[in-house]
């Protein structure tokens, strides 16, 4: 599984890479997660506002920051 978590290294990105390090665990899943720091590589995902979560290469979310349940639940879902 490839995570990306797309933004310019602001407080909110940080703590969705976090929250996404903890759902890992919490989820017993292995991923590699890669920091999209590039504004034209954040740009080419067609998100208006950061911070995004990609999850295989789908926008699971941009803008906000997600619970943890949620981060979990699209984890399980991308596993199959």
Known sequence: ????ILGTGCPKCKRL???TR?????????AVITKVTD?????AYQ???TPGLVI???VK???RLPRKDEI????????G
């Open 1 to 4: 599984m490839e995570i990306k």
């Open 47 to 49: 998100i208006m506002s």
């Open 22 to 30: 903890e759902a890992l665990a919490e989820a017993g899943i292995n």
């Open 56 to 58: 295989n290469e789908q």
């Open 61 to 63: 979310s941009a803008g």
């Open 39 to 43: 504004v034209n590589a954040i740009m």
């Open 72 to 79: 979990i639940a699209w984890l399980k879902e991308s596993q």
């Open 17 to 19: 890479e976090e929250l």
